[in-house]
């Protein structure tokens, strides 16, 4: 938004699309104090007005400045003319035949952005839990040729709030705050007093290319004096980013699941294309090496079954090996379909036979049940209808997106 003087007349004009005010639903504690002290609140103050807001942001989930019932009327007044808030705005919203729901969500448009980006975020329920998957970029760069995300180029990454805000998002929407109520369908929810019980970072991105976002987000998620999320019940996915995995260990100290998919470099250079750069044999030493890693942490490796692909019982044999002194379970994972594929699931007769020679070794190994898949709200199946912008578009000088090459 640019003001326009007429300098004969002295009047004024505004010109552009003005920008929508910064909103607080995802914002860190730095944030916090960043915006209190711009409003002038002295230095003393600084650190009870933080948890003040902290507590109803993240604590109670409140969407309006008049419900913060301790804090002053006139910081009140303040901060409704400089910030909101307001969670990713909902394009749509469909439940599948099982209870999975996804929501595809529009994003704020940013000055350089020629439209508004979106992602899509995942709530899948159980009798006693629920399981919420959320994305970290818009796109994404690592071209795996099994998912449907991975054809989508990369737009950009996600900022921390961008993040927390589709957790925000999905507590409004199953109301999982404090005496809240369901907004929508109640249907197949489950009967735990919490919704949302578990967060994964398997959504749209590899969440190790935003790792500072990524990270910032997650200690917000896991803030017990707001959204309390366990770190125990945090699990980050990475399609293997080396040099990170141990610093996400130590800084995060999240649970760890590797997407796998492959026993031989030469097929993982197919399925997984930055095995070319990290090849299986670093990947698993990184592995081992994972801060805290132990029989009560153990990593998940995720391994998707391609009928013919890699699926045969040498495999499973092989994968066994590969594992062999790594604390880990092995979820097991049914191909689904998505428009262009160019893979088929492997029959549940042969995902059985597999499952059974992993288990024969000691590994627990779920058959991860494929939910959501006629919303195409599966893994792999997600994919947003932002478009490629120019890269001139895509950030702004000084931002370095990951290309994963």
């Known amino acids: 938004m640019v003001l326009v003087l007429n300098t004969e007349t002295g009047e004024g004009k505004i010109e552009g699309e003005a920008q929508p005010l910064p909103t607080l639903a995802g914002a860190s504690k730095a944030d916090l104090q960043q915006l209190l002290t711009g409003l002038g609140v002295p230095e003393r103050q600084l650190r009870m ?32 003319d400089a910030v909101t808030l307001a969670r990713p705005e909902i394009v749509s919203e469909q439940i599948s035949q099982d209870g999975t729901r996804k929501w595809l969500l529009r994003l704020p448009k940013r000055e350089h952005e020629a439209r508004a980006p979106e992602v899509e975020t995942v709530y899948i329920p159980e009798s006693d839990r629920g399981t919420l998957c959320i994305s970290s970029q818009v796109g994404c760069t690592l071209t795996c040729t099994f998912c449907h995300t991975g054809t989508q180029k990369l737009v950009r990454n996600l900022t921390h709030a961008e993040i927390v805000g589709q957790i925000m998002l999905a507590r409004d929407r199953l109301g999982d705050w404090p005496g809240a109520e369901v907004q929508g369908s109640s249907a197949m929810l489950p009967e735990a007093d919490r919704k949302i019980t578990n967060i994964v970072l398997m959504g749209m991105g590899e969440p190790l290319y935003n790792f500072e976002n990524v990270r910032t987000a997650m200690a917000i998620a ?53 095995n070319r750069k990290y090849p299986i044999k670093a990947l698993l030493d990184a592995c081992r090496n994972y801060p805290g890693l132990s029989n009560a942490r153990r990593i998940t490796f995720e391994y998707v079954m391609l009928k013919d692909v890699n699926d045969s019982l040498d495999d499973a044999r092989a994968l066994v090996r590969l594992l062999s002194g790594i604390p880990a379970k092995i979820n097991l994972i049914p191909f689904n379909a998505w428009p262009g594929a160019e893979y088929e699931c492997s029959d549940w007769e042969q995902i059985e036979r597999f499952a059974e020679i992993v288990n024969k070794a000691g ?19 997600l994919k947003s209808a932002s478009m490629k912008l120019r890269a001139s578009e895509r950030a702004p000088q000084g931002e370095a997106l990951h290309t994963g090459d």
């Open 222 to 274: 896991s803030d017990p004096g707001g959204l309390s999320h366990s770190k125990r019940r945090i699990t980050l996915s990475t399609s293997g980013v080396v040099p990170e995995i141990g610093r996400w260990g130590a800084e995060a100290g999240t649970m760890l699941a590797i997407s796998l998919h492959a026993v031989t470099d030469e097929l993982r250079d197919v399925l997984v294309p930055i």
């Open 49 to 80: 007005r933080v948890s003040q807001l902290w507590g109803w942001i993240y604590a109670r989930g409140v969407t309006s400045f008049d419900d913060m019932t301790d804090i002053s009327k006139g910081l009140r007044a303040q901060m409704q």
């Open 363 to 381: 590994y627990a190994s779920p058959v991860r049940t494929p939910r959501g898949r006629d919303i195409l709200a599966a893994c792999g199946q």
